[in-house]
């Protein structure tokens, strides 16, 4: 089986490099924190102590970081992950970043023999455990099939989206439209609790009606609405308010540079602003209906 190096086992990464695992990947983990790296070393991974070394003999490496600064900060320099990869390694890189950034990084990889996919993924970190997230791919689609099986292997729904930087800018129009639903759904949730309904009975309303959504399907915002969605458990381990204020940056830089108006994503953006001004970045980011409750 190919060796995969692993970078970035946050809430997303470590359960997608651990489906890697249960397919019978080898894999090479790096991570800053290392009780992140720990906890899939239990599972048979090797625990590098640099990305240098999670790389080294390694046919694919997959990348899972915050934001462009540190996927730029891995591959790009003298000493990044590119300038020591050996001609024709796969990179699949996976985290969330501007396009621009992305095609930043598509360059470097081309100039050194090195087949890279920007490849940014939604589903959330329940869709990470079980395997269903679906990618947004960008990049030669020959490559794409190179990579379809590590995909598949964490994924259901794999997407060619187009040229370098595709499946980026793919990722922020679906991200502003989850914040803008996000915020929808929490601000309904709290207007008819304080007129008398149940929040379960709303949510279910809602749900089967016209303003059903991925929310009220997946991520109710209310706490004890749906025992599996971040609000009911304080809104930890799942997509932090500070990467979405993140994402929907890039989707309003995205937006003036081809000159399009939208209105509701820079609305989103200037919620989420606030929230992580008031201390709630790294809280998931259902955490936008403590804002509609009194
Ligand atoms: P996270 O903050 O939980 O994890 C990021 C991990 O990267 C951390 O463990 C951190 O220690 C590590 N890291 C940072 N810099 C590093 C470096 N230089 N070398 C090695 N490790 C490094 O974030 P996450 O929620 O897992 O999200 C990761 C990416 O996926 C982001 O771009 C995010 O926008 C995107 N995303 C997240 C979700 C979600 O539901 N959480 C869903 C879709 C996409």
Redesign the pocket.
């Known amino acids: 089986m190919s060796h995969i190096a692993f ?7 470590l359960p997608m490099a651990r489906n890697l695992l249960k397919a019978a990947f080898k894999v090479s983990a ?4 290392e009780e ?1 790296l720990q906890a899939l070393v239990a599972e048979g991974a090797y625990a590098a102590q640099s ?1 240098l070394e999670a790389a080294d003999g390694a046919e694919v490496v997959i990348s ?4 462009s600064r ?1 996927v730029e ?2 591959y790009l320099g003298e000493n990044g992950l590119l300038a020591n990869l050996l001609a024709g390694t796969l990179v699949l890189e ?4 501007a396009p621009d950034s992305a095609r930043r990084v598509h360059q470097a990889a081309r100039a050194r023999g090195i087949e890279m996919l920007d490849a ?6 329940a869709g990470a455990a079980a395997g269903t997230l679906t990618f947004m791919v960008g990049g030669d689609p020959v490559c794409l099939e190179r990579a379809r099986p590590y995909f598949s292997v964490m994924g259901s729904n794999i997407f060619h989206a187009g040229a370098e930087g595709s499946g980026q800018v793919a990722k922020v129009c679906n991200n502003q439209v989850l914040a803008v639903q996000m915020i929808a759904t929490a601000e309904a949730m709290a207007m008819g609790v304080a007129n008398g309904l149940q929040p379960a009975v709303l949510a279910e309303i809602m749900r089967q009606s016209s303003g059903g959504n991925w929310t009220l399907e997946k991520y109710n915002p209310w706490p004890g609405v749906m025992p599996q969605a971040p609000a009911s458990r304080g809104y930890t381990g ?3 308010a500070e ?1 979405m204020s ?2 929907l940056s890039l989707a309003q830089e995205t937006a003036l540079a081809s000159g399009n108006s939208t209105p509701m994503g820079a609305l989103a953006l200037h919620l989420y602003r606030l929230l992580t001004k008031q201390g709630l970045g790294k809280q998931d980011f259902s955490v936008v209906q403590q804002l509609f409750i009194d």
């Open positions: 970078i970035g086992l946050g809430n997303m990464g790096y991570d800053l924190q992140a990305a899972m970081l915050p934001a540190h900060g891995l996976c985290s969330t970043i940014p993924v939604s589903g959330g970190t799942g997509f932090m990467l993140k994402d």
